[in-house]
């Protein structure tokens, strides 16, 4: 087993296909896609690419550590309390646990993703 791993930014395989839960939709009708492509064994360590189509919802970190590196497309989050932030294809960021507030997809996004709970 390698301790590499290359994060594959356009997989070839299907993703898991998914939609805001009722209570986290804000706006619109964003559909998620999640290439899922390595996780730790008790799966507190995940990692691979998620794309979102335009619209808004809740993003609750609760204790999840999240880091994210833009590939395509525009968001802007807006914490709660806060003002707002644009990030684009080539930014990268890091939302906490316990963080709480408004993800808006302005263009198709794409992003790598790097979850530990």
Same mark, same amino acid.
Request: proline share 8%; hydrophobic share 35%.
């Given at each position: 087993?390698? #301790? #590499?791993?290359?994060? =594959?930014?356009?997989?070839?395989? *299907?993703?898991?296909?998914?939609?805001?839960?009722? =209570?986290? #939709?804000? *706006?619109?009708?964003? *559909?998620?896609? &999640? $290439?899922?492509?390595? *996780?730790?064994k008790d799966d507190t360590v995940r990692t691979? !690419? $998620?794309?979102?189509?335009?619209?808004? &919802?809740?993003?609750?970190?609760? +204790?999840? %550590? +999240? %880091?994210?590196?833009? #590939?395509?497309? !525009? @968001? +802007?989050? &807006?914490? =709660?309390?806060?003002?707002?932030? @644009?990030?684009?294809?080539? =930014?990268? %960021?890091?939302?906490?646990?316990?963080?709480?507030? @408004? $993800?808006?997809?302005?263009?198709? @996004?794409?992003?790598?993703?790097?979850?530990?709970?």
């Amino acid at each position: 087993m390698s #301790l #590499l791993k290359t994060i =594959d930014r356009a997989p070839t395989f *299907a993703p898991r296909e998914s939609t805001p839960t009722p =209570d986290r #939709l804000i *706006a619109g009708s964003p *559909a998620f896609k &999640t $290439w899922a492509q390595d *996780a730790a064994k008790d799966d507190t360590v995940r990692t691979g !690419v $998620w794309e979102a189509t335009p619209g808004e &919802t809740r993003s609750i970190k609760g +204790e999840t %550590f +999240e %880091f994210c590196h833009i #590939l395509s497309g !525009v @968001v +802007e989050i &807006t914490p =709660d309390g806060g003002e707002p932030v @644009v990030y684009r294809a080539g =930014d990268s %960021f890091i939302m906490k646990p316990g963080f709480t507030g @408004v $993800w808006k997809t302005i263009e198709t @996004v794409r992003k790598i993703y790097l979850i530990i709970d």
